[in-house]
């Protein structure tokens, strides 16, 4: 009776200044580290182990007793260990009923076993409230002053009071609490952070295989074409030529890619005349990875403008360069300047720069630190306004450096169109069709939509 009163006026809320006493089993990297940012957050924390001896490694100013002794001076206990481990909690059963037990653990693969290892927790000790939490949060984030990417702590349980005292714990270490429900939500939890990059795998993949594709495409028309009609060899272009081709057309095609689904899904909603039903799922993963080809993009765009500011070191340039010098002398004739020639090569390199400060400035405000200080209504005009501003600046770019290229004869080698006109495809698609559907008929009619209205409601939904 005494024991179950107890437990009970440890879970009421706090409200003295004073912080409850937290108890960790487990004396490992991540127990040390989470207890010392407890201890800097003024909190009480004692340690329980198998062993009580102090070790240096410890937090000078935490205790160190038996796992029964600790557990009896807190009403919170984060379980800092294995599954693997857990069985030992099973004769402490009744010191633990009614406490809090933080399951923080993780597996080292995806649902490694039939149910989470916090529902596992809660089935070896039915009596006490289990909650998942600080799973997602690494011990070198703790010591290291957790930066913002690993701020966020994802928290669930099926006792509504003890998960409110642990999200109040992950506020004081200011960290972020993010309640994800009952305890079935601890399996999704548990597998997040064994996920590598899983917004970033469609981007990469397709960025690859059209890199692949674009390279090989260059090298049969610049090295292999050029070595079997005319003999020479120009091998060395896969180096520096082929590259600072392959990435501004890289960079153009997924930039045009990242606008490319919210056109498609204007013209489904048109069809459709309603936004309450969902789209493709095809669509919705486009959609949802954005913002990673929007960044692939601007790291190829990079590249590009390095490529081009190194090209006038090559020995290759200066070859051409000095040729085109004896050329003349040979010939005592100075070719006059072409003011044609002249414009078209200012106008793209101006083209060029003002696409890529606006790709750098939609970069920028995808940054979660950027985007965190800016309202919708901002974001939206940065990301919509500016984003096809800068498509147009970067096709305008293209369309002014390789125009020259789409009626001559010369171009088609094998029969086969130019690099850079193969990349204008789905840039100047896009443009055409969101032309189109900024005509005020069509806009007005998509914003009616955008706010709600349907056709059909009765068969919408």
Not at 107 to 112: H, R
Request: aromatic content about 12%.
């Amino acid at each position: 009776m005494n024991k179950n009163s107890s437990n009970t006026m440890a879970l009421a809320p706090n409200t003295s200044n004073k912080r409850e006493t937290v108890c960790i089993f487990g004396t490992g990297d991540f127990g040390r580290a989470l207890g010392h940012k407890m201890i800097q957050s003024g909190y009480p924390v004692v340690y329980g182990s198998r062993s009580t001896q102090i070790s240096n490694l410890i937090p000078k100013d935490a205790e160190v007793l038996g796992h029964a002794e600790a557990a009896q001076k807190a009403a919170i206990i984060i379980i800092a260990i294995q599954r693997q481990h857990y069985n030992f909690l099973t004769p402490l059963s009744e010191v633990l009923r009614g406490k809090v037990l933080v399951d923080i653990s993780n597996n080292l693969k995806l649902n490694q076993y039939p149910e989470s290892n916090a529902e596992h927790l809660a089935q070896l000790l039915p009596g006490s409230k289990v909650v998942k939490a600080f799973n997602t949060v690494s011990a070198w984030a703790l010591q290291s002053g957790t930066l913002d990417a690993s701020r966020q702590v994802f928290v669930c349980g099926d006792d509504v009071e003890a998960k409110q005292m642990v999200m109040n714990i992950v506020r004081a270490l200011g960290l972020t609490p993010l309640d994800k429900g009952s305890l079935l939500a601890a399996q999704e939890i548990e597998n997040y952070p064994l996920q590598l990059f899983p917004m970033w795998k469609f981007p990469i993949f397709l960025s690859l295989g059209l890199t692949a594709f674009f390279f090989l495409y260059c090298v049969v028309l610049d090295i292999i074409y050029t070595y079997i009609y005319e003999k020479k060899d120009f091998s060395f272009f896969i180096a520096i030529t082929i590259p600072n081709r392959v990435c501004p057309v890289m960079a153009l095609i997924l930039l045009a890619l990242v606008y490319l689904p919210g056109i498609f899904a204007a013209i489904i909603q048109l069809y459709r005349g309603t936004k309450y039903r969902r789209f493709p799922d095809w669509l919705d993963k486009w959609m949802l990875g954005r913002k990673q080809l929007g960044l692939i993009a601007l790291a190829f765009a990079s590249l590009h403008a390095v490529f081009t500011l190194v090209t006038p070191l090559r020995a290759f340039a200066s070859w051409r360069t000095g040729k085109g010098i004896i050329s003349q002398a040979l010939n005592n004739k100075t070719e006059p300047l072409n003011h044609t020639n002249a414009w078209l090569s200012d106008s793209y390199l101006a083209l060029g720069i003002l696409g890529f400060f606006l790709f750098v400035l939609l970069g920028i405000t995808s940054l979660p630190s950027v985007s965190n200080n800016v309202n919708w209504r901002e974001f939206r005009f940065v990301q919509s306004k500016l984003g096809y501003l800068a498509l147009i600046l970067c096709t305008a770019h293209t369309l002014v450096y390789g125009g020259k290229w789409f009626l001559s004869p010369s171009a088609y080698k094998w029969y086969l169109p130019n690099i850079y006109i193969l990349s204008l495809i789905v840039p100047c698609a896009v443009l055409v069709v969101k032309f189109v559907l900024i005509f005020p008929c069509i806009d007005k009619r998509l914003t009616q939509i955008r706010q709600g209205w349907e056709r059909n409601p009765k068969f919408s939904k």
